[in-house]
């Protein structure tokens, strides 16, 4: 067998998360980017079975500039000839970036040490179509130097080792629900001439829970709205509580932007 490790971006909008959702890809009721590179791959390897391993999750509309996975062909393909070929048969809202040798031992769901995803939003009266399957809608006025202060100070909040049981759904398959956020921040991006008035929120920590920042953004919103406090947010860090603290953010404005792995 031969093996790859591939740095991979999506526009997640149409695909129904990273994970394939059938054995056979050919018959996935929803397509899947895991699912659609794998259709993909068998088709260059002649129909032999193939296999794709990614280091992160993401749901249903979130999209990823950042992505790493292992790849195993029965077929030695040259690893420039792979990514082109790839690039060349996958949809256009899927590109292979990097393409590499790998080892049978690399596993990309146990080198990464850090990711770091961005939750894009505008407070747009009128949202921007050209930027409305990327980005949220929120009305948050960060232009406000008192919104965006009480906003930075929520943030700050999550920074640490906490347990983000609160900030998440369940999922049978992890053990706890502990999480060491390095940073986490809004900050101005720059869309311009496309959008103007556009943030987002910054996250880099050792691992997420299932759609936790998503419930860190929801809370965020809400507490700009006023309909929460930042003592709120902190009793909710300090305990579990079964009634989320808010609605959680919804998808397309999450994107998985790197993950660091060990050297």
Known sequence: MYYY??????????????????????RE???TVEGTILKTLKKMANHQPCTISGASRTDAGVHAQGQIA????????????LLLGLNTALPVDIRIL???PSTKAYQPTKTGISKEYHYYFSDATVENVAISDIAANLPINCDDPKVLAILRSACRLFVGHHDFYSFSSRDKGIAGTSREIFYCNIEQANFSPLADNMYYLKVVGDGFLKYMVRYVMGALSDL???????ADILCHLQQHQEQKLSPRAIAKGLHLINIEEAA
């Open 5 to 26: 490790r591939v740095t991979i971006a999506y526009k997640g909008t149409r695909y129904f998360g990273w994970q394939a959702q059938a054995v056979d890809t050919s």
């Open 29 to 31: 009721a929803k397509p």
């Open 70 to 81: 292992k790849l195993i062909l029965p077929i030695a393909i040259k690893p420039e000839h």
């Open 98 to 100: 990097d393409c590499v």
């Open 224 to 230: 700009a709205a006023g309909r929460i406090t930042l």
